[in-house]
């Protein structure tokens, strides 16, 4: 059976002598490291967990689609395909079938209504109260409504309330 090995703190007496002792509990807790608030989720993880869902707004990342026409343009997903396929709304009118993969999710603006599309809270629909490197979000539904969490930005996107077709 193998030791835990024992946090130690060196501390100085009157006459110049060290002598070791235990940390208080102050001084261990701030040698740790808090733990995280979320699981980050890599892009191979992403690839295989369906995320969307009708009435998400979309950015469309294919660069070769249509010769790069419809790179960087919003549309709306109207309709799920199987678990990794959306029909999408283009804003000017057109429709595409496109994989999750060539959408990313819009997060939405300050003070604007989103939903969770990944993680602990997902379908849950949730307000953005501040945008950093993570988005720190208020919970509008649920047992923790009217809780804050920060989530990563990849799991909150704006949603549309819109009947699927």
């Known amino acids: 059976m193998s ?7 060196s501390i100085a007496f009157n006459k110049g002598t060290t002598k070791t002792a235990r940390p208080t509990a102050e001084q261990f807790l701030q040698d740790e490291k808090p733990e995280p608030v979320h699981k980050v989720v890599s892009e191979e993880e992403l690839e295989d967990i369906p995320w969307l869902q009708v009435g998400l707004v979309v950015r469309i990342e294919n660069r070769k689609l249509a010769d790069g026409k419809y790179h960087g343009k919003t549309g709306i997903i109207r309709r799920i395909i199987e678990q990794f396929g959306a029909e999408v709304h283009v ?32 379908d849950t629909r949730v307000k953005v109260i501040r945008v950093e490197k993570d988005v720190e979000v208020e919970l509008c539904e649920g047992r923790k409504s009217g809780h804050m969490v920060i989530l990563p930005t ?12």
């Not at 030791?3 to 703190?9: G, H, M």
């Not at 000017?92 to 990313?104: E, M």
């Not at 990849?154 to 009947?163: N, P």
């Open 3 to 9: 030791e835990v090995p024992r946090k130690t703190l």
């Open 154 to 165: 990849l799991h909150v996107c704006k949603h549309i309330a819109i009947k699927s077709t």
């Open 91 to 122: 804003e000017g009118g057109d429709i595409l079938q496109l994989d999750q993969d060539d959408c990313s999710a819009m997060l939405p603006p300050i003070g604007q209504d989103g939903l969770v599309v990944l993680g602990e809270y997902k």
